[in-house]
């Protein structure tokens, strides 16, 4: 099992930047798939980002790619979501989500295992 704790969030002007960090403890972290999700009030858990094991493959929504990167540190078990011109439709709670299964599809969120407690992401207008 592994634990999955997020950081980095707050409140940020429409058009500046973020990072969040998400970092494992408790296994081989480059064992692991890693992705970042989404969840504003009322609305489905949405997929945001997804990284291999490598971090050598990514992939985004169409509502982030361009603005957002994810990337990962393996040695320090830790991945990263930079926004960049980020608006005030991003806000939501930003999960990280790990999964050590191969699957099909990564932008969902039922081939993730583990997930973190989330972290605040406020834009504000």
């Known amino acids: 099992q592994v634990q999955l704790v997020e950081s980095g969030g707050g409140v940020v002007q429409a058009g500046g930047s973020l990072r969040l960090s998400c970092t494992a403890s408790?296994?081989?972290?480059?064992?692991?798939?890693l992705g970042w999700f989404r969840q504003a009030p009322g609305k489905e858990r949405e997929f945001v980002a997804r990284?291999?094991?490598?971090?050598?493959?990514?992939d985004y929504a169409d509502t982030v790619r361009g603005r957002f990167t994810i990337s990962r540190d393996n040695a320090k078990s830790t991945i990263y979501l930079q926004m960049n011109s980020p608006r005030p439709e991003d806000t939501a709670v930003y999960l990280c989500?790990?999964?050590?299964?191969?699957?099909?599809?990564?932008?969902?969120?039922?081939?993730?295992?583990?997930w973190g407690q989330g972290t605040q992401v406020t834009v504000s207008s």
């Open positions: 408790g296994r081989t972290f480059s064992n692991y798939a």
């Open positions: 990284i291999t094991r490598s971090g050598g493959n990514v």
């Open positions: 989500a790990a999964t050590a299964s191969y699957r099909n599809r990564y932008d969902r969120a039922l081939s993730y295992d583990f």
